[in-house]
């Protein structure tokens, strides 16, 4: 048996405030796992540079502009239709203020409260990791490297 299955890499983002609480988001009730939240992020285009694909993503779905991050954490995931590579980041500041600039709803929570959303199955890794991740406070001195 072949398999047809499209392989996605995906790049996403555990935003911290000042208060390390994390911004989360709505998946828009049309697409796949609609009405789960989820980190920020999206396709990593062909050719682009991860860190790129950060900036941009988190420009267009939250109208920030990512000043410092790092990485966080890599999850391979299967879906019955494709396989997803997620790429995660913390982002420990930025410019803008963050709105859910597609229409979808985003919210501020603390660490401990993330367990109580209903995220896709791929997200479970990266919750476990944003609670023991360090904070925001932590990482202050980490700058991008463009």
Not at 52 to 70: F, K, M, V, Y
Request: glycine letters at 8%; a negative charge; hydrophobic letters at 35%.
């Amino acid at each position: 048996m072949t398999s047809t299955c499209k392989s996605l890499h995906v790049v996403a983002a555990v935003i911290l405030d000042e208060n390390d609480n994390v911004l989360i988001a709505r998946r828009p009730l049309d697409k796949h796992m609609g009405g789960l939240w989820e980190f920020p992020g999206g396709k990593v285009e062909q050719g682009e540079a991860v860190t790129d694909a950060l900036c941009r993503e988190l420009d267009e779905e939250l109208g920030i502009q990512p000043t410092s991050w790092e990485p966080l954490i890599q999850v391979n995931h299967s879906y019955p239709d494709k396989t997803v590579l997620l790429d995660v980041w913390t982002v420990t500041s930025f410019t803008g203020e963050a709105y859910g600039r597609e229409g979808q709803p985003v919210q501020w929570v603390s660490r401990e409260e993330l367990v109580n959303f209903e995220f896709p199955e791929a997200n479970k890794p990266i919750i476990e990791a944003a609670l023991v991740g360090v904070s925001r406070q932590d990482r202050s001195s980490r700058r991008s490297q463009g």
